[in-house]
C-alpha cells in the first residue's frame, strides 16, 4: 500500500489527518510532518525522512503538501530529486486526503494515487451561492450521467440487462454524510445515491439537504418505497448502478416484501433513544429492530456490521445474540 506524509505549516497537517481518520477510519503508514516556528529547512528534511523511515514501504510515497512554494513544500521538492518514485501533491484539502486513502487501496504505485486524487481535489472547491462560482467551476455532481434514465426514454426501454444494480444497500440513521459520501462512494463507485425513505422524501429541508451533500460526479435521490419498488422493477434502468440508503431496517423490510432484490445489506449506524439497547459502538436495537433484522436474516439477506471500509466487520451473530439478551432483560 502506498504510503502518505502530510506536510505543512503549524498544526495543520496534524488536524487534517485526525479529520480523515473521523471519516474514513484509522490508517497505516500515514504520518503528519509539521514545521514550527523555531525549525529551519534542514530540521524539517530529517522530521520528514524519519517519518518515512516508519513506513512498511518506503519506495512508494506520497506527500500532500498545504502550500506550493512554502518550507514544506520546498524540502519535499528537493527530496523527489534524489527519489524518482515520491510523487508530491500541492494544495492539500480533505477531499484530497478521503480520495487519497480510497485509491491506495488498489494503486501499485504513488503516481497512479496522484493522478486520480488531482481532479477530485478540484471538484472538492465549490460556493454557495452557486452563481458566485465562475462558469468553468460548476459542481461536477450537476450533470447526470449519460447511462441515467431520464424522462425522455420511453418506458418499457430496457436499458443494460434490465436490471438496477445495487453496489450497496446501506442502513444508517444519518442516511447521506461524510462517510458515506466519500468513504463507501469510493468503495463502490456509483453513479446514483438513493435515499428510500417515505419520511424523507415528504421533508423538503432534508430532501434538500441530501441532494446537497452527494459528491462530486454522483446524483443524489430522495424516494418513497414504493417508488424504489416501481424503479426496481423498471428496465430503463438497467444500466444504473444504485447505492441505497435506509434510514430504518423497517424501510428496508419494505422494499424487500415489495420486491426489490437486495442480498448484502451493510449495517452502518443505527442511533440510540429511548427504549433501545446498545449492541454494538453504532448500532442500538429495540424489540421492533430486532425482529425486522431477523425478518430479513430469514429471507437470506447478509450482513456487514461497520461504519467504514477500513473497520473490522463486527460477527452478525454475536451481536444478535447481545440484543436478545438485553432486550429481553430490559422487558
Known sequence: MVSIVLASHGSFAEGIKMSGQ??????????????TPDMGPDDL???????VSGFDDQDQVLFLVDLQGGTPWNQVSLLLEEHPTWV???????????????ERMGAETAADVAKAIYPEAKAGVC?????????EAA???????????????????VLGDGHIKFVMCRVDTRLLHGQVATTWTKQT?????????????HDELRKTMIQQAAPPGVKAH????????????????????????FETPQDLLACVEGGVDIKEVNLGSMAHSV?????????????????????????????DVRKVPADSPENFDSMMNKAKSELAAQA
Not at 528534511?45 to 517519518?51: D, G, P, V
Not at 508530491?88 to 480510497?102: E, K, Q, T
Not at 459542481?139 to 426501454?157: F, K, L, N, R
Open 127 to 135: 460556493i454557495k451561492p452557486e452563481e458566485l462560482a465562475p462558469a
Open 139 to 157: 459542481p461536477a455532481a450537476a450533470a447526470a450521467p449519460a447511462s441515467a434514465p431520464t424522462g425522455a426514454i420511453p418506458e418499457g426501454t
Open 275 to 303: 427504549g433501545k439497547v446498545v449492541v454494538t459502538q453504532a448500532i442500538a436495537m429495540d424489540q421492533d429492530d430486532y425482529d425486522t433484522i431477523e425478518k430479513l436474516a430469514a429471507k437470506g439477506i447478509k450482513f
Open 22 to 35: 473521523m471519516i474514513f477510519g484509522p490508517q497505516e503508514n500515514v504520518a503528519a510532518v509539521t514545521l
Open 88 to 102: 508530491a501533491v500541492g494544495g492539500m484539502n480533505l477531499p484530497m486526503l478521503i480520495s487519497a486513502y480510497g
Open 45 to 51: 528534511r530529517a522530521k520528514i525522512l524519519e517519518a
Open 222 to 245: 430522495v424516494i418513497p418505497i414504493k417508488k424504489m419498488i416501481e424503479v426496481a422493477k423498471d428496465p430503463r434502468f438497467g444500466a444504473t448502478k444504485a447505492m441505497l440508503l
Open 189 to 201: 463507485n456509483p453513479d446514483r445515491i438513493i435515499v428510500v425513505s417515505d419520511g424523507v422524501a
